[in-house]
């Protein structure tokens, strides 16, 4: 995990206040290891850059912990099809293995039927023809010459 930089605009103290805040388990024990007040802490998570940095530090954590998890993944699917397959484990645990095999399995399933569908949608988006009437973008379907609008009517508009 990277730390916050320099360049951020953050103090030294600010920086290891973040460091802190990811590994301590209250704002009061993060100030504490940093040697300054809770207050302070607090104060700094409403100003923007610290804030910001907070925000990517934190995402930067969770993507190394997911990549962590992603690299288990088979090992851990191998268990569970491990657990399900043992005629000597206890039928409670083979259920739930096998739920969870079920569980994963579908919801992968989904996921890459959600990731096609967003991607034609997306290259649908991108081939219609756009122009802009009356500060409005216009999509003209390609079946059809009247365009159709895809903002709100404007407030100015005579009302049908």
Known sequence: MSTPLAHDGLSPKQEQAILALMSESTVLRAAETVGVDARSIYRW?????????????????????????????????HSLAKVMTDANANPQARVAA?????????????????????????????????????????????????????SAPRADAPQT
């Open 98 to 150: 096998a739920t969870a095999l079920l569980k994963f399995s579908r919801e992968s399933i989904e996921v890459d039927s959600l990731v096609e569908r967003i991607e034609q949608l997306e290259g649908e988006v991108a081939s219609k023809p756009k122009r802009v009437v009356n500060d409005a973008v216009v999509s003209t379907p390609v079946s059809d010459s009247s365009p159709t609008t895809t």
């Open 45 to 77: 998570l409403e100003d923007p850059t610290f804030a910001a940095a907070f925000r990517r530090t934190r995402r930067e954590a969770f993507a190394q912990a997911m990549s962590t998890t992603q690299r288990y993944a088979g090992m851990a699917v």
